[in-house]
């Protein structure tokens, strides 16, 4: 049986319609297929692969870590050199109220423990979301997903969880003296990139403050200098209670983290003990991959490169007619007319050696999250490329 009649006959499926590209190798921006076409990654896996795919540093650290060990325990218990030593950078880089690391395997499973981390600090449960935001298809995140479409076929979720509209001052009390946390994206990705207004995050931030509610940044996305900052709460100057991390972490190995402070990770270590644990989180080959992508990011200016890629990915589409770009950074999105128009594009681009994708909750824009490694000559004539496929459509 091929490849391809094994992927579609035994590898479950999420939707009737997969890319279905049938990959070889991948390489800096660019992933081949074995039919040896080339494509250009202008949505870096989704927003993992920021150094590009399979950056030399992150191969080494990963081959060098094979070497010594692979699992040898699970989280919490033997101290792992590659575990301590990334914990040790990157709460570097924070501040001293984000000094301790949980780490987990994804995404949505960061979300998990931190639903659970603040459930059990304030002994509350009551959980704010946004309408719009995504954190993740396991139950819990699902719980605190803002769009019904996704959640309704899996009720009962969580109980108690509330939506408030994203950048909206209205409703804000619905955060109060029963909330356990408040849990959003500093920049809504899958909801279409919309950045929050700085004085409404502000005012979030006040309000979890005056009831005394936890608040959870969702950063598994905008992490990483992929909105221009390391993270994306630096740039708003809003510090969280708890952050969550995974995509770009591991510079392409499964990883991911929730963040907080020593005094409210306390509550983690008794009560039982060992009431959170986790088989594989913190895998010595993903931290290993995952300090070396931070040593790299810190090494050099990437978040330069991502205020420099939103500069010329403004100056061409805006060149071409494109008026409505949203996003910060790395991570933006082209706003286009309707549904049919957004299709055809993606598939068309797609055709031209270039892979753009959706957001979940939106069916008119284009998500553009190329790699902070991308050459100017290859943005922009990847750019060019999309602006004349727009204009073919329009
Ligand atoms: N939160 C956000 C903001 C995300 O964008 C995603 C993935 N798109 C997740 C959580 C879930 O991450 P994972 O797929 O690794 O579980």
């Not at 050199?81 to 001293?96: G, I, V």
């Not at 010595?284 to 992508?293: F, G, K, L, N, Q």
């Amino acid at each position: 049986m091929s490849n391809k009649d094994s992927f579609y006959e035994h590898v479950a499926q999420t939707s009737d319609a997969p890319m279905g590209l049938e990959i070889d190798y991948a390489e800096g921006p660019y992933i081949v297929t074995t039919d040896g076409k080339e494509y250009v990654d202008f949505i870096s896996g989704i927003a993992v692969s920021s150094l590009g795919h399979r950056h030399p540093k992150v191969v080494e650290a990963v081959k060098r870590q094979v070497d010594r060990h692979l699992h040898v325990m699970v989280y919490g218990e033997f101290i792992q050199e590659p575990q301590s030593a990334y914990a040790e950078l990157l709460t570097s880089q924070l501040p001293d109220s984000l000094d301790r690391v949980y780490f987990v395997n994804s995404g949505t499973e960061a979300n998990e423990g931190a639903l659970k981390l603040a459930k059990k600090y304030t002994g509350r449960h009551k959980f704010v979301g946004f309408n719009h935001g995504y954190h993740g298809d396991t139950h819990g995140s699902l719980s605190v997903t803002g769009r019904d479409v996704y959640r309704d076929p899996y009720l009962p979720l969580l109980p108690d969880v509330h939506f408030l509209d994203f950048n909206h001052f209205d409703g804000l009390e619905t955060i109060d003296e029963e909330t356990a946390a408040v849990i959003m994206e500093p920049i809504q990705g899958e909801g279409g990139i919309i950045p929050a207004q700085k004085d409404w995050l502000q005012a979030v931030r006040d309000r979890c403050d005056e009831v005394g509610a936890l608040l959870i940044f969702d950063e598994i996305q905008t992490g990483f200098y992929r909105t221009g900052s390391l993270f994306a709460f630096q740039g708003f100057e809003v510090v969280p209670d708890i952050m969550s991390l995974a995509k770009a972490m591991g510079g392409g190995m499964p990883m991911g983290a929730f963040v907080s402070s020593s005094e409210i990770f306390e509550v983690f270590k008794h009560d039982p003990p060992l009431n959170h644990v986790t088989t594989f989180g913190g895998h010595p080959v993903s931290c290993a991959a995952a300090y070396a992508t931070l040593s790299e990011l810190l090494s050099d200016d990437y978040g330069a490169k991502a205020k420099q890629i939103e500069q010329i990915v403004r100056e061409e589409l805006t060149a071409a007619g494109i008026d409505e770009i949203r996003g910060v950074g790395a991570m933006l999105g082209m706003e286009l007319q309707d549904r049919d128009l957004t299709q055809k594009v993606v598939e068309s681009c797609f055709e031209e050696g270039i892979i753009l994708g959706w957001t979940l909750h939106s069916n008119t824009l284009v998500r553009l999250a190329p790699p902070l490694i991308i050459e100017e000559d290859l943005l922009r004539s990847t750019l060019q490329t999309i602006n004349k496929t727009v204009k073919k459509y329009c």
